[in-house]
């Protein structure tokens, strides 16, 4: 079966830098989430989206910015990367706002120097 | 406090045993939980919605006391292949309002 699709799967970017990450959810899924996983750390979620609109903020910091596209893949922006967001950032789909299971892809390890 | 707390473990267990795991979590608004095993740096994985009926799944029996706001994971001859961490997942009204908990270390030895 189709999975959750995620782009690239390892990012390496130096202080200051920029950096796009991609989902690709599921066939039908049109609800994305994104979580930040540190070290040692349970996943923190940072935004999601449903049929194109953000749907919930969490702790998102204003550096970056996501969106979803017309056929429902995310890109997460983010700017001015510090030495603090090298993390594994996974994104998660669902069938629905309303259907609580959550299907994540195999994450982004971002590494910022 | 957290809001959904585990043991972190590690529970260290020979192969064919059987271990459970609790989970509690504070908010009493919580609608939906659920269990992910997540394996070293991969993606967490659903392993099992949780009901308040309690649920089953081959060798996985997931249950919830919304009484006493904990819901618990028993793993009944256990695997090599179970070896993992478990994590505790609260949801609220909002399906974005995802809380994971830290996560179970389990290890099955031979």
């Known amino acids: 079966a189709a999975g959750v699709i995620q782009s690239p799967r390892h990012l390496i970017k130096e202080k200051r830098e920029t950096a796009t990450l991609k989902c690709y959810p599921i066939p039908r899924h049109d609800t994305v989430y994104w979580y930040q996983q540190g070290p040692g750390q349970d996943p923190q979620f940072l935004i999601s989206f449903y049929e194109k609109m953000q749907s919930d903020k969490g702790s998102i910091p204003d550096r970056f910015s996501a969106q979803q596209f017309s056929d429902y893949h995310s890109e997460l922006n983010m700017s001015s990367l510090e030495l603090g967001d090298s993390a594994l950032y996974f994104c998660?789909?669902?069938?629905?706002?309303?259907?609580?299971?959550?299907?994540f892809g195999p994450g982004t390890r971002l590494t910022v120097t | 406090r957290k809001e959904v707390e585990q043991d972190p473990g590690p529970f260290n267990v020979p192969e064919g045993a059987t271990v459970a795991f609790n989970c509690t979590y504070s908010?009493?608004?919580?609608?939906?939980f659920f269990w992910y095993r997540q394996d070293c740096r991969k993606e967490p994985k659903l392993l099992m919605s949780v009901y308040s009926s309690g649920n089953e799944d081959g060798r996985f029996t997931a249950q919830l006391n919304r009484a006493s706001q904990y819901i618990s994971l028993l793993i009944r001859d256990s695997k090599l292949s179970d070896s993992a961490t478990y994590l505790c997942?609260?949801?609220?009204?909002?399906?974005?309002?995802?809380?994971f908990g830290s996560g179970t270390r389990l290890s099955i030895r031979p």
């Open positions: 998660a789909s669902s069938p629905g706002p309303n259907s609580y299971e959550q299907y």
């Open positions: 908010n009493s608004a919580s609608q939906s």
């Open positions: 997942v609260v949801t609220y009204s909002s399906a974005s309002k995802i809380i």
